[in-house]
């Protein structure tokens, strides 16, 4: 069974960081790719930033430059490295994987 767990939310001022986790299982993590989503208040969901199994990434222009994405294959885990947050970043982050999501993590920017 494909277990996905985020974790590494909360609030954080405006131009602060944040540093999401999601830790799988029941898959073969090093052949697959990893997506990173988030779904704000009244908004669709929307595609963050997505990491290939060669470490190929894909940004989503708004974040670009803020937003790191990385994966330990060793440990089964991906990261969202989240630097000069905004308010308008301020979503539930999804971890997505072969269509397997996680629960959601819980990210608010503001003062």
């Known amino acids: 069974q494909v277990h996905l767990v985020e974790s590494g939310g909360g609030l954080v001022q405006p131009g602060g960081s944040l540093r999401l986790s999601c830790a799988a299982s029941?898959?073969?993590?090093?052949?697959?790719?990893m997506g990173w989503y988030r779904q704000a208040p009244g908004k669709e969901r929307e595609l963050v930033v997505k990491?290939?199994?060669?470490?190929?990434?894909w940004y989503l222009d708004s974040v670009k430059g803020r937003f790191t994405i990385s994966r330990d294959n060793a440990k089964n885990t991906v990261y969202l490295e989240m630097n000069s947050l905004k308010p308008e970043d301020t979503a539930v982050y999804y971890c997505?994987?072969?269509?397997?999501w996680g629960q959601g993590t819980q990210v608010t920017v503001s003062s």
């Open positions: 029941g898959i073969i993590f090093r052949d697959n790719p």
């Open positions: 990491i290939s199994r060669l470490g190929f990434t």
């Open positions: 997505e994987s072969k269509d397997y």
